[in-house]
């Protein structure tokens, strides 16, 4: 019985729940935020330690009273993308990625749960078109200064750029308008990884990887 209510309590602790008022949270294991949505949310004090924004507030708290935090540029479904990764990384710490990533992610990355997560949950169905996921996820790691979700939603950004030329990326973006020489000049000398290739080159790039 006591095993199985100490379970129960750890399953509690890391979970994500809607409440209807600041008051229903534990101050000692919870940290109520205010989603950009409207929603209150209760999140477990324990992963979302990793989170150095809500860290530091949390520490500057002395414990006693229930921490009500605005997340005014996150909604309740990122919300939920960044708990996710949190849970899962709480008792171990996530891949530490190399600067500048040169091997494709999807053969570099070792661990089997960071590709589902990328590929099929911040990428609707693998579909690099339907990335909002993905660009709301970064945007709030970056927002919630949790380093290490931040990086690897850059690295499958910068692998998702990787050997396109000017024009799919607009497309993949939804973008018609283009953009001349100078502003492509200017974004590659700003990041390498995101040199694109000329018209045709990347056709025939994919045409030899078919024969190897």
Sequence with gaps: VTLA?????????????????ASECDPKSEICVTTKDQKLVSVPR???MKSKLLKDLWADSDGSDVMEIPLEEIDFETLKH???????????????????????????????????YLWNKLLEGGDEKKHEALLKTVLAANYLLIDSLRDLCCAMLADMFRGKTVRRILDMFGIEEDYGPEQQRQVEEQYPWMKVKEEGEEEKKDEEEKKD
């Design 82 to 116: 960044v708990h996710e990764f949190l849970n899962h990384y709480t008792e171990e710490e996530p891949q530490e990625l190399e600067k500048p990533m040169r091997p494709r992610l999807k053969d570099y990355l070792k661990s089997d749960w960071d590709k589902d």
């Design 46 to 48: 324990g992963p979302w």
């Design 5 to 21: 209510l100490t379970v129960d309590r750890y399953n509690m602790s890391t979970e994500l729940k809607e409440v209807k008022a």
